[in-house]
């Protein structure tokens, strides 16, 4: 039988430790290519209602993704990510 390291349940990542290391790691890294685009939006002319608009419906949900379950359990610099 194979162990598995980490696994995906219902979108949160989670390692055989229980650590949540993994799945804000890969929040991190989506948010930022979310927010990244949302600063070229910015710089094109965008309005600001507009960049509200994708900011609250695309960037914002990837971070507060199951957080009610996980935030509690995270490290200082974890949460400073």
């Known amino acids: 039988m194979t162990q598995v390291s980490v696994f995906?349940?219902?979108g949160?990542?989670?390692n055989n430790s229980l650590r949540w290391s993994d799945h804000t790691e890969s929040i991190t890294?989506?948010?930022n290519k979310r927010l990244r685009f949302l600063k070229k939006l910015k710089r094109a002319g965008v309005s600001q209602k507009d960049v509200v608009y994708y900011y609250e419906s695309v960037v914002r949900p990837v971070l507060e993704y199951v957080s009610p379950a996980w935030h509690t359990n995270l490290t200082a610099d974890q949460t400073d990510s």
């Open 8 to 10: 995906k349940l219902l």
């Open 12 to 14: 949160a990542t989670i």
């Open 29 to 31: 890294s989506k948010a």
